[in-house]
C-alpha cells in the first residue's frame, strides 16, 4: 500500500480513513433500510471490516507523517463501526 515512500503509504492510509468515515456516515445517517448501513452491517457480523481496521493500525508503526491522526482515526472508525 503506497510501496516504500511513506509519503504515499500516508496518502493511501489516509484515504482508506476517509472512505471508511463517509460509509459509515452514511451507514448512520440513511438509517438501518439503506443500503451502506447493510453492507457494514454485514461487514461487522462477519468480523471481515474490525480485522482489516485492526490490520490497518499495525501498518501504522513505520508512517511518520500523520500517524497520530490516522490511528485516532481509525480508533474513532473502529468505536462507530462496534456502535451497530
Known sequence: MGGADPHRRYL???SIVE???EWISAAF???NQNR???ELSNA???NS???EIDALK???DDLS???DDIKARLIRVKESIQRL
Do not use: D, M, T
Open 58 to 60: 499495525s501498518r501504522l
Open 19 to 21: 472512505l471508511l468515515e
Open 65 to 67: 507523517e500523520g500517524r
Open 44 to 46: 461487522v457480523v462477519s
Open 29 to 31: 445517517n440513511g438509517g
Open 36 to 38: 451502506a448501513y447493510q
Open 49 to 51: 471490516l474490525l480485522s
Open 12 to 14: 493511501s492510509l489516509k
